[in-house]
Nanobody, 123 residues
């Protein structure tokens, strides 16, 4: 499985970005996908996750109501729409995939990871 993130960049506080994660290498019908982020000097933290087929979702409290995760099965791509961005959202954002068929917050459950994309929220 190969995951490639895109869509990161510099945005002002209150702005929006949409991250994409293109997946390839196998059929994802029973997979779940996740977004994580890591800021300098901090541990990687869970942001959101989605079941590839069922579409069930989970969000970290810090992003609930501002971020939305979605998938386009026809394109093998899933997305993280980020609205009302704050400086504390600044981090490298990673997408991940698990074949275990569960929506989970724990990095150890994910089998594959993308290379990351930088998101910087600053005026």
């Amino acid at each position: 499985v190969h995951l490639v993130e895109s869509g990161g960049g510099l945005v002002q506080p209150g702005g929006s970005l949409r991250l994409s994660c293109a997946a390839s290498g196998r059929t994802f019908s029973s997979y779940s996908m996740g977004w994580f982020r890591q800021a300098p000097g901090k541990e990687r933290e869970f942001v959101a996750s989605i079941g590839w087929v069922a579409g069930n979702t989970d969000y970290a409290d810090s992003v609930k109501g501002r971020f939305a995760v979605s998938s386009d099965n026809s394109k093998n791509t899933f997305y993280l729409q980020m609205n009302s961005l704050k400086p504390e959202d600044t981090a490298v954002y990673y997408c991940a995939a698990t074949s275990k068929g569960i929506v989970t917050r724990y990095p150890v459950w994910y089998d594959w990871w993308g290379q990351g994309t930088q998101v910087t929220v600053s005026s």
